[in-house]
């Protein structure tokens, strides 16, 4: 059974640090792509940071740069996005997206991932 299970949210206080992790079961991510997207309350979802797991090849927009660190273990089949320095606007549901398209496009695309995790809630606040 394919499964993405994402961990690490929480509460957390502004300029504080937060380390999520994307886990793969049911297929290795070797040759595919995975995309954090978050969405916050009445907001549309948004993508946050992505990163082929065959190259290495990275994305982070431009809202979370010199902040969060996307990086993988191809051994764990997992993927995990360091957030430092985390502002109030952070506040979300973050969700792990894996693409096997080989096209990257489902770092642009919500619609173009073939499989979502759960989420996991992280909520900066003083």
């Known amino acids: 059974q394919v499964q993405l299970v994402e961990s690490g949210g929480g509460l957390v206080k502004p300029g504080g640090s937060l380390r999520l992790s994307c886990a793969a079961s049911?297929?290795?991510?070797?040759?595919?792509?995975i995309n954090w997207f978050r969405q916050a309350p009445g907001k549309e979802r948004e993508v946050v940071s992505c990163i082929n797991m065959s190259d290495g090849s990275t994305y982070l927009a431009d809202a979370v740069k010199g902040r969060f660190t996307i990086s993988r273990d191809n051994g764990k089949n997992t993927v995990s996005l360091q957030m430092n320095s985390l502002k109030s606007e952070d506040t979300a549901v973050y969700y792990c997206a894996a693409d096997l398209s080989g096209t990257g496009y489902g770092c642009y695309d919500n619609t173009a991932n073939d499989y979502w995790g759960q989420g996991t809630q992280v909520t900066v606040s003083s």
């Open positions: 049911g297929f290795t991510l070797d040759n595919y792509a």
